[in-house]
């Protein structure tokens, strides 16, 4: 009896266990979601705060790059700049988000020029983001670009550095929960756009960028040169089938057009200006 007892009311927990897993189950998915919640980045005003801050020019901080050799957010200035934040420890969004950028840089590249921009990946979680760590990510996503450096600031500077980026982080129990986005810094230093996601595309960077690079060298000393770099970047148009820039071949055609019919012009002014002095002189 004490063993057929001892049976009855095993069986009956084993039931009431069962009968109350979906209720535990329920239980732990509203706490991991409210821990979720608790610890998760407030999407809206991460918003305002990337948004706040176009227009505006981050201060000069002082970082070390791979070689850990100190380097000024100064020194990037003169050109088109793309910086995005990044923590060598993250194992999935980080990395995905980086090939992405990777790629679009490539097809920028290929259409604007080798040596047109430059990009910064800043590691914001330190004092663990090492020059040491932030080579071996850019060894595993393959960042092989010479004027692509990943900078290691001072632990102290990072919440001042995010501010100035309009770049915002939450520490979560899984790593960090921050904002997607690279910014677009003019080459005077100030932010000109905010592109957000984890799969950027060429052409969501590659417009406001080709913008910076046509007003960039429009207001430099012409030089044929630059002009062909000019006509180059203006007769570029992104193709979403590959995914890169090709050749505008419509635009060179209206660009030659309009070069011709100015030329036309400039030389039906100087006839007429000729036959009409002609016609004085012999009167």
Same mark, same amino acid.
């Given at each position: ?6 049976? $009855? ?55 070390? /790059? ?62 663990? /983001? ?62 000109? $756009? ?61 660009? $030659? ?9 400039? $030389? ?16």
């Amino acid at each position: 009896m004490a063993a057929g007892a001892t049976k $009855a009311v095993l069986v009956s927990v084993l039931v009431l266990a069962i009968a109350g897993w979906p209720s535990i189950l329920a239980a732990q998915q509203a706490v991991t979601e409210t821990e979720a919640r608790a610890f998760g980045l407030d999407q809206e005003a991460a918003v305002r705060a990337s948004q706040g801050v176009i227009g505006q020019s981050p201060s000069d901080y002082t970082m070390l /790059d791979r070689a850990g050799e100190p380097v000024r957010l100064a020194q990037y200035r003169g050109k088109p700049l793309l910086v995005n934040f990044v923590y060598s420890g993250c194992f999935k969004v980080c990395p995905t988000s980086s090939r992405a950028l990777r790629k679009a840089v490539d097809a920028m590249r290929e259409r604007f020029g080798v040596d047109q921009f430059q990009v910064l990946s800043i590691g914001f979680n330190q004092p663990e /983001d090492t020059p040491l760590a932030l080579r071996s990510f850019a060894a595993q996503q393959r960042i092989d670009d010479p004027n692509w450096e990943l900078l290691s600031p001072r632990a102290g500077d990072v919440p001042a550095l995010a501010r100035d980026f309009g770049f915002s982080y939450v520490a979560t129990p899984a790593g960090f929960d921050h904002t997607l986005q690279v910014s677009i810094v003019d080459a005077a230093g100030r932010i000109h $756009a905010q592109v957000y996601g984890d799969a950027f595309a060429a052409d969501s960077l590659g417009e406001p960028l080709r913008q910076l690079l046509t007003g960039a060298l429009a207001a430099a000393p012409v030089s044929f040169a630059d002009l062909v770099d000019k006509v180059r970047i203006l007769c570029s148009v992104y193709d979403p089938v590959t995914g890169k820039y090709r050749v505008n071949y419509a635009m060179y055609i209206e660009i $030659a057009g309009g070069i011709s019919f100015i030329l036309f012009m400039i $030389a039906f002014v100087i006839s007429e200006w000729r036959a009409r002095r002609a016609l004085r002189l012999r009167a």
